[in-house]
C-alpha cells in the first residue's frame, strides 16, 4: 500500500470517528461496527492522556535473562506533547546508568506513518548522529521492549477491532474492553496486538503482542496506576514477559512532573550537545 | 606556558561557581568518570633507533565533575584527564578535557572555557571537524581531542542552530616522544615549542562559524573556520629532528547526511586556503544496516567511504586520506552489555598500503567495560604514506573502571 493510500485511509476514519464521536450518545452501540467500536475505545483511552503538554519521570529498566540474572539501566524520559494527532509527539531519554553510557541521549520526533526521526548523542565526543528509525522491531536498549513499543504509541499508527468485554486483568474490579489492533506503520514485528482497556478511567491495563506469524511473543502488564492533577493516570510499573525467549524487562517509573514548560527548543537536535 | 593554562582556567570558572549562600535555587551535581589500565604490546620489533619494545602500559585517570541548575539554565562541567605510561614521557600528560561554563537562555547559549566540540557525519575521517586539536598520543585513529579554551554563543532558531566560537589559545599537537612507537622515522623535537605563522604565535585568536540544521530525511552543516591550523608541517632541525610547524588557514566545511530506510548516506568537504596552495578534500559514502540478522538480536552495519584529497603535502600538512577506500562492518549484539565489533580497513588504492582496525568491547558487570583494538598496517613500502609506521602493528587490551 501506497503511502499516500494509507494517508487517506487515515484521514477518512479520522472524519468517520469525528462523526461518530459526536452521534455516539444518540445511536445505540451495536450500530457501530466491530472496527468503528475499537478505534472510538483507543481515541477515548488515547483522548483521557492528552492535554498534560509535557511530562518529565526518571525511571529503572530491570532486565532479567532466562536464568533470572538482573541488570538495570536508569534514565529520564521526557515528553511533549503534540496536540495535532496527525501528528507524533517528541521524546528524549537520557542514560543516566550503567555509568559508561551515562549521558547517552536520544531525541525523537515520532512520525505517525513515516519513519520517526531519531538522533543519538554520544557524551563522550560529543558527537550527535542522525540515526535509522527503520529498526522498529530491534529492541531498546537490549531490553524486552522493541523500538516500537516506546514510539509507535499514537492512535492512528493502527487500525482496530473491538472483540468483548470482560473484568480487568491485574484489577478485576474494573471491566475491560479487549480490542485488537494491526500496525498500519511499516516494519512492524507484530501482526497484531490484543489490548485491555478499563471502562472506567480508559487506562490500558494489559497488551498481548503476536509476533509476524502470528504467534504469542510477549505480554505487557500495566501496574501502579497513579492519578495526578485529578486528570491524568500514569502507570508506575510495567512487566514485559518474552513467552518465547523467556527473558523479561521491568520499567519501574519514579513520580511524574506535569507541565514543566518545556517547549520544541527542548526537542530539536541543536538541544543535545548542550545536555551533557 | 601550556603547563599554566589549565590553571589559568580553573581560576577563570571558580569565579562562575555560584556560592552555596548567593545562588537563588538550587542544582544538581553529578560526579563519575573512570579509570583505566591498558596495555599494548607490538606484534614486531621496533623500526627505528631508540624506539622500546618494552610492553606499553598506561594508567588512565579521568574524574567527571557537572554542575546543572534546577532550571537548567545554569551548567559546569569539569573534566581532567591523566595517562600515566611506562614507555613514552610524552605520553604521560594531562589535558583538561571540559572546563567551562555555560549559560542557556530562551534566545542564546553562551558558554566559557574548554570544551570538545564535534562536526561531521563521516565515520573514517573527520574532515569539517576542526575545533579541537588532536591528542594524537593518546590514539593514531585520530579520535581523541584536546579540551580547546573558547567563548562560544550560539542561538536555536527555527530554520537552524547557528555558533560562533572565539579561540584565544591554541593547543599544539601531542606527539610521540623518542622512545616511542608509531612515530616517523626522524624523532619529533617536543622539547623546544613549535614555529608559527603568527607573531602571536600560539595567542592568536582564531575564530569559527557554524550552521547546522535537518529537513526531513537531510542532515546538513555549515562551518568556517580563520586561524592556527591545526594539523602542522614539520621542519628539519640541526639536531635532525622534527620540529612542527603550525601556519593560519581559512577553511570552508560542508556536512551533509541523508537517512533512509536503512541507509546512511554521508559526505563531507573542506576548501582550504594558507599553508601551501589552495586545495579541497572530500570523504563520502554510506553506512547499511542489516537489523536482526538471521531473526537474531544482532544487527550488522556495512561502511564503505571514499577519501579524496586535493592538496600537494610538499607544501601543506601531510595526509593519509588523499585517495582511500575505507570498508568496515559493525556488528552490534544488543545485548544487556552492549557488546559491539567493528572491523575494517582503509586502502590507498595507488600504492595498495592499507591500514585495519578492529575494536571490540562489551560490559562486565554494572561498572567495568573491557575493550580490545588492534591495528596493522599491511602493505607498506619504502616511499608510501604509511611506511614509517610498517612495523607497528600493536594489540591493545584495556579494562576500566566507570564511577
Not at chain 2, 628539519?236 to 530506510?261: A, M, S, V, W
Amino acid at each position: 500500500m501506497k503511502y499516500h493510500d494509507k494517508l487517506s485511509i487515515l484521514l477518512r476514519s479520522a472524519v468517520l470517528s469525528g462523526c461518530f464521536l459526536f452521534s455516539a450518545a444518540a445511536l445505540p452501540a451495536h450500530a457501530m461496527s466491530d472496527e468503528e467500536k475499537g478505534y472510538e475505545i483507543a481515541k477515548k483511552s488515547d483522548l483521557s492522556d492528552s492535554g498534560f503538554k509535557d511530562h518529565k519521570v526518571s525511571m529503572k529498566m530491570i532486565l532479567r535473562n532466562a536464568q533470572g540474572q538482573e541488570t538495570t539501566r536508569d534514565m529520564r524520559f521526557s515528553v511533549k506533547e503534540v496536540p495535532d494527532m496527525n501528528e507524533g509527539d517528541k521524546s528524549l531519554i537520557i542514560f543516566d546508568a550503567p555509568a559508561d553510557i551515562a549521558g547517552m541521549a536520544l531525541l525523537s520526533h515520532t512520525q505517525i506513518l513515516k519513519p520517526d526521526y531519531q538522533w543519538l548523542l554520544f557524551p563522550e565526543s560529543g558527537k550527535v548522529a542522525r540515526i535509522s528509525s527503520k529498526n522498529k522491531s530491534g529492541s531498546f536498549a537490549g531490553s524486552e521492549f522493541a523500538f516500537e513499543d516506546f514510539t509507535s504509541q499514537e492512535l492512528n499508527k493502527y487500525k482496530y477491532k473491538f472483540l468483548r468485554q470482560e473484568a480487568c486483568p491485574n484489577v478485576p474490579s474494573l471491566t475491560c474492553d479487549v480490542v485488537e489492533r494491526f500496525p498500519l506503520y511499516e516494519r512492524s514485528g507484530y501482526s497484531r496486538q490484543i489490548g485491555w482497556t478499563d471502562t472506567q478511567d480508559f487506562q490500558t491495563r494489559k497488551i498481548e503482542f503476536y509476533d509476524r506469524k502470528n504467534d504469542l511473543l510477549k505480554t505487557l502488564d500495566f501496574l501502579k496506576y497513579k492519578k495526578y492533577d485529578d486528570k491524568y493516570w500514569r502507570v508506575h510499573l510495567m512487566k514485559m514477559d518474552n513467552h518465547q525467549t523467556k527473558k523479561s524487562t521491568d520499567l519501574v517509573y519514579d513520580t511524574y512532573s506535569f507541565d514543566n514548560g518545556l517547549d520544541d527548543k527542548d526537542f530539536v537536535k541543536g538541544v543535545l550537545d548542550t545536555l551533557y | 606556558m601550556k603547563r599554566i593554562l589549565p590553571l589559568t582556567c580553573l581560576a577563570a570558572l571558580a569565579a562562575f561557581i555560584p556560592s552555596p549562600h548567593e545562588s537563588a535555587q538550587a542544582g544538581t551535581w553529578r560526579i563519575g568518570g573512570y579509570t583505566a589500565l591498558e596495555a599494548r604490546t607490538f606484534t614486531q620489533d621496533h623500526k627505528w633507533a631508540a624506539q622500546s619494545d618494552n610492553l606499553d602500559l598506561s594508567l588512565i585517570v579521568t574524574p567527571e565533575f557537572r554542575y546543572k541548575s534546577d532550571d537548567r539554565t545554569h551548567r559546569i562541567n569539569f573534566i581532567p584527564y591523566l595517562r600515566a605510561n611506562n614507555v613514552d614521557a610524552e605520553r604521560s600528560h594531562g589535558d583538561l578535557r571540559e572546563a567551562f561554563y555555560m549559560y542557556r537562555g530562551d534566545e542564546i547559549e553562551l558558554l566559557a572555557g574548554a570544551n570538545k566540540v564535534f562536526w561531521g557525519v563521516t565515520e573514517s575521517q573527520h574532515l569539517v571537524n576542526i575545533i579541537n586539536q588532536t591528542d594524537l598520543i593518546e590514539d593514531p585513529d585520530q579520535e581523541d581531542y584536546l579540551g580547546q579554551p573558547m567563548v562560544q554563543i550560539a542561538s536555536q532558531r527555527d530554520w537552524g542552530k547557528i555558533s560562533a566560537y572565539l579561540m584565544p589559545y591554541f593547543r599544539e599537537r601531542t606527539l610521540t616522544g623518542e622512545d616511542g612507537r608509531l612515530r616517523a622515522a626522524l624523532p619529533y623535537d617536543t622539547q623546544s615549542n613549535p614555529t608559527y605563522e603568527s607573531s602571536a604565535e600560539e595567542w592568536h585568536t582564531d575564530i569559527a562559524l557554524r550552521y547546522s540544521h535537518y529537513i526531513g530525511d537531510f542532515d546538513i552543516g555549515l562551518s568556517y573556520f580563520s586561524g592556527t591550523s591545526r594539523e602542522p608541517t614539520f621542519n628539519i632541525t640541526p639536531k635532525g629532528e622534527l620540529r612542527p610547524h603550525y601556519g593560519l588557514i581559512n577553511q570552508f566545511g560542508l556536512d551533509f547526511q541523508y537517512t533512509t530506510e536503512s541507509w546512511l548516506w554521508k559526505f563531507e568537504a573542506i576548501g582550504r586556503e594558507g599553508m601551501g596552495d589552495k586545495f579541497a578534500a572530500a570523504v563520502g559514502g554510506f553506512e547499511y544496516s542489516f537489523y536482526q540478522l538471521f531473526e537474531s538480536d544482532l544487527d550488522l552495519g556495512l561502511l564503505l567511504e571514499y577519501q579524496y584529497d586535493g592538496r600537494d603535502t610538499n607544501k601543506s600538512p601531510i595526509t593519509t586520506a588523499n585517495n582511500d577506500i575505507f570498508a568496515a562492518a559493525r556488528l552490534a549484539f544488543n545485548d544487556t552489555q552492549d557488546s559491539e565489533i567493528l572491523a575494517g580497513f582503509t586502502i590507498d588504492h595507488e600504492t595498495q598500503d592499507s591500514f585495519i582496525n578492529l575494536e571490540a568491547e562489551t560490559r562486565l558487570g554494572d561498572n567495568y567495560q573491557i575493550e580490545l583494538r588492534a591495528r596493522f598496517i599491511v602493505g607498506a613500502d619504502q616511499g608510501e604514506d604509511l611506511y614509517d609506521f610498517a612495523r607497528d602493528d600493536y594489540i591493545q587490551l584495556r579494562l576500566a573502571r566507570y564511577f
